[in-house]
């Protein structure tokens, strides 16, 4: 087994050069106009925000594992530049086909790096199970669907670019759960799937690169930037004071546990994401914010506990709790807040209500159908699943030279 699947990933460099060569050719095709590039750079400083956010904080937020640090940090940089240049290709045949209208450059790679979140946040649920090789197929998989859904958004059900972007997480941490849903549940006896105090600080520090550039990334392309920096921040706030108080309160022993921190601080940036920029009074965000963080620090004591084991999925991260949930009660905020402003149009709110929910169940169930599909095709023998007993180790793809590897 172990021989077999040494052939087959001295295979991925191949694979690498393939995705690279059609990326180039692409590129070449692609002419580039300098009208609006300085407009568009005024911009930038925001794009930074979020490119740091998505390669440094989703980096370390993943390095939890004990055994899987250099694989979570080194094939979550692998993803993210493939997916961008992947992302940006996709939306190029958008343009070909006249579905999409031309932004320019920088705006399709800013969309590009929103969108790779959706893939960050799956993986998220399968670390430490996929080799690169499948990492790299689901990442393809999921960026060509999370567009078409996207698409359908935008021109079935009226969802504005912004709000059909903020989608990623709903999309990502479902899609995750039903990939992760044909993967064994390691033993635990072989007691690799847990963290080490060095690991749980890393991964705090992704926490807190999140939690500091979470205002960009929902205000990157809302249309009142302020407004979205704003309530962000204040829902932000709000979500990292509530879970400091309920992980004590949750605690056996009235003790922190940096796990609930590691998560629920970042429920409220999710929650808000879809009502950010809509939002007139920051209360209303600050109220958003505590009800993320409670509902990711309850929910990770029943789902571990009551959901997961019947329905034998093992999510490594715990990105259902950490953005699933989050994004369903923003997805559902949204909707009661679209109801407040607009109940003095009855005859309009009916049909925005409808519009609004069938982006939320299409979505969702667009990333559960091609989620279970993907996770079928991860687990066909032209992939070489890992064996179970090698989950969660680097040393199954890193060097390690003062190590005696004995493969």
Not at 342 to 358: A, Q
Request: charged content about 10%; glycine content about 6%; some cysteine.
């Amino acid at each position: 087994m172990i021989s077999n699947y040494r052939n087959f990933r001295n295979s991925i460099p191949w694979l690498l050069l393939l995705l690279e060569v059609l990326f180039i050719i692409r590129t070449y095709f692609l002419i580039l106009s300098l009208d609006g590039l300085s407009l568009a750079y005024d911009s930038y400083p925001e794009f930074q925000d979020v490119n740091h956010m998505v390669i440094f904080g989703f980096g370390f937020f993943l390095v939890a594992l004990r055994r899987y640090g250099f694989s979570s940090t080194g094939f979550n940089l692998l993803i993210i530049v493939l997916g961008v240049q992947c992302s940006v290709l996709v939306e190029d045949l958008f343009l070909f086909f006249h579905l999409e209208l031309n932004e320019g450059v920088l705006k399709s790679i800013t969309k590009a790096i929103i969108s790779m979140s959706a893939v960050v946040i799956s993986t998220g649920a399968v670390l430490g199970k996929t080799n690169p090789v499948q990492l790299i197929v689901m990442t393809l998989v999921e960026l060509i669907v999370f567009h078409g859904s996207r698409w359908i958004n935008k021109r079935f059900l009226e969802v504005d670019d912004h709000l059909s972007l903020m989608h990623v997480h709903l999309f990502g941490a479902y899609f995750g759960l039903a990939v992760t849903s044909f993967f064994s549940e390691p033993s635990p006896r072989l007691d690799k799937n847990r963290s080490t105090p060095k690991s749980d600080l890393l991964s705090m520090l992704g926490s807190v690169f999140l939690w500091v550039f979470w205002p960009s990334f929902n205000s990157l392309l809302a249309e009142i930037k302020m407004q979205a920096v704003l309530n962000t921040y204040f829902a932000l706030a709000v979500s990292a004071v509530t879970a400091f108080m309920l992980s004590a309160l949750t605690s056996k022993d009235g003790k922190f546990r940096m796990t609930h921190i590691h998560s629920a601080v970042l429920a409220a940036g999710v929650t808000v994401s879809y009502t950010a920029q809509t939002i007139n009074h920051p209360w209303i965000a600050m109220i958003l914010g505590l009800l993320g963080s409670v509902i990711t620090i309850l929910g990770s004591h029943c789902l571990q506990s009551c959901l997961n084991p019947p329905l034998k999925i093992h999510d490594t991260s715990g990105v259902h709790f950490t953005f699933g949930l989050p994004a369903v009660l923003g997805a559902l905020a949204q909707v009661v807040l679209l109801v407040t402003r607009k109940w003095t149009e009855p005859s309009s709110l009916d049909y925005l209500v409808l519009l609004h929910i069938g982006a939320f169940c299409q979505t969702i169930s667009v990333a559960l159908i091609t989620g279970f599909i993907t996770g079928s095709v991860l687990n066909t023998r032209l992939l070489k699943i890992i064996p179970v007993s090698k989950y969660f180790e680097d040393q199954f793809y890193w060097e390690f030279p003062h190590l005696a590897v004995g493969f």
